[in-house]
């Protein structure tokens, strides 16, 4: 379709005239003249009209039930654009939830990992806090055989002392294995 302004001068018209006959304001005219606005659908419809009667085609009697038929094309189309715009926003909130979940899921199994390095880290000070005592035990028999009978007994009651830490720390220790596990 020709530019408007041309349109408007070549039917000899003032953007006043122009717009009084195509059912708008004057400054609506201006603003579509300039392209800040676009022609309202009525008064694009007059404006065809007016262009048929112009070139001295006569208005045709089906022009009516094109418009309309034009009309329930477009309305199609705007409530299947809604509607792929509906699909796509489900679509991205449903990408939004997964991705909150693959975020929960990150988070949990990194707090994991931390709790199973702190246990790794426990587990293996309390095997190194076991071999201290059993080689303490070693020693504490050795000094035990060379010691005077006073000593001897102070120094079983520590090897029985350390028997029982030992013990304690090697069921600490299986405990552990089974969480680990």
Not at 77 to 105: G, N, P
Not at 109 to 118: P, Q
């Amino acid at each position: 379709m020709e530019d408007i302004k041309r349109i408007r001068q070549k039917m000899g018209m003032t953007q006043l005239h122009f717009a009084h006959v195509l059912g708008i304001s004057r400054a609506n005219i201006a603003m579509v003249e300039v392209g800040q606005r676009e022609l309202p659908n009525p008064a694009f419809l007059k404006l065809l009209q007016l262009q048929r009667l112009s070139e001295g085609a006569p208005v045709q009697e089906d022009f009516p039930n094109e418009l309309e038929n034009k009309k329930d094309e477009i309305e199609s189309l705007i409530a299947s654009t809604k509607f792929l715009v509906s699909k796509r926003q489900k679509l991205l909130d449903h990408a939004k939830r997964k991705l909150e979940k693959m975020k929960t899921d990150y988070m949990g199994a990194s707090v994991a990992i931390r709790l199973m390095n702190d246990e790794l880290t426990l587990f293996e000070g309390i095997e190194a806090y076991t071999s201290k005592m059993q080689s303490r035990i070693a020693h504490a028999e050795k000094v035990k055989s060379r010691s005077h009978p006073i000593h001897q007994r102070v120094l079983q009651l520590r090897v029985n002392e350390l028997e029982s830490l030992v013990v304690l720390s090697q069921t600490e220790l299986t405990e552990l294995e089974q969480l680990i596990a």
